[in-house]
């Protein structure tokens, strides 16, 4: 055996001997009689090896050449481009998208390559390839030199039709993903490094497995302004990708987003507010208590912000929540049944805990009759209690007294309902917001009250006075 072939025998990339062979002539030829076939032979095989990669997030633009093995996660349509020169012809050039279980990468073929894989290339085949990366304009491409498909070598990347969010895994392009839309955001800009300017927006939208936050890029960003959340939406050729650890669905110029007439149920995973500690990054669900005014600051850098507070009651306690920048302008009253989504928890006012809501969170106003209760393993709650109602009662006895207090309680809102401007009336609710003026809701109807007296958020109380609209001046309460 030659030295060549002892060489080749050790290597441990994927080439023929012939092919082998070849190389080192070429290099020998190269280096111009410096260098025998023994040490052409090793300098090939030393090549070779710097141009196999591990896996497809080891792939970057400085690297001269890559050597690895992806499966097709899509095939866009080849398209033709005019070459410099009155003689030259048309060239093509076709982008695929693959992915391995480190990422997705897109590579490009040209001319003859592009016209041959545009035929025969479909979702879910292995191929071994070999290019040049480049920076491209979604990010690091390579350039095909040579791609065969390889039917021996297997790849856990999921390519399929529609998938949910538990499905999603990173690498994965060409996603199609039903959900219903939980929060929207606003429309940023900012500028490229060719000067050029960009647009970007966040939607998150969530299934029966999960949530998942949409970025959307450049004319597809300006949707956010037309989707209102609660409706169900279909995320169309999107791509898998991680932030800050965590999966996000990115939306280009080749995606889309669709409302669709379909019934998809999100069910928050939330965690008792009692639980909480500084430092967590959680999920809370309850009903919102109180509401304060927004309020806009100056920052460092002299930039206007804003923050509004509210304060959101569970079945273990209750906790304030900031809300940041575009978050404060979101319309939220007591009575209301929300889920706050990654926010941080931090150490507040008085010694106590209060949760941030950053441009990360999500905030859903979710429906009275959906199944949170069920999910934070209230399985015995009423399902007549809804609302503050479901929170904020602290009758205590057996069922027969308490449904004849509730009973009572009814009887005398409704006549408070009707009753005309400036008539004394009787209201009995849950202290919403505590101070001047306080605040009371029944499940039905929130009134403003002017009076002195010390009452506590989540008590239950009755007062008694004049009426005009929504505000009553109490003479008594008790």
Known sequence: MGVIDEVHGDLDADISLDEFRDAVEEKVEQMGGLADEETAAMLIAHELDESEVNGVADIEPGIEEVKFVAKVTSVGDIRTFERDGDDAEDGHVLNVDVADETGSIRISLWDEQARGAEEELEPGQVLRIKGRPTDGYSGTEVNVDQAEPDDDTEIDVQVQDSYSVSDLSLGLSDVNLPGKLLDTGTVRTFDRDDGSEGKVANLTVGDETGRIRITLWDERADIVEELEPGITVEIVDGYVRERDGNLELHVGNRGAVEEIDADIEYVPESTPIENLEIGDTADITGVIRSSDPKRTFDRDDGSEGQVKNVRVQDETGDIRVALWGEKADRELAPGDKVAF??????????????????????????????????????????????????????????????????????????????????????????????????????????????????????????????????????????
Do not use: C, M, Y
């Open 341 to 478: 989504a990654d926010v941080s928890i931090k150490d507040g006012w008085a010694d106590d805990i209060e949760a941030s809501a950053g441009w990360q969170s999500t905030i859903s106003v979710l429906d009275n009759s959906s199944p949170t209760d069920a999910a934070n393993g209230d399985n015995d709650t009423n399902e007549a209690e809804t609302g503050l109602d479901a929170f904020g009662s602290d009758v205590e006895g057996d069922s027969e007294e308490t449904t004849t207090e509730t009973e009572s309680d009814s009887t005398a809102d409704a006549n408070t309902t009707s009753a005309d401007d400036g008539e004394q009336v009787e209201f009995t609710g849950t202290v919403v917001q505590a101070g001047n003026p306080v605040v009371l809701d029944d499940g039905e109807e929130t009134i403003s009250v002017e009076t002195d007296a010390d009452v506590h958020l989540g008590q239950e109380v009755t007062v008694r006075g004049e009426r005009r609209g929504g505000k009553l001046d109490a003479e008594d309460v008790f």
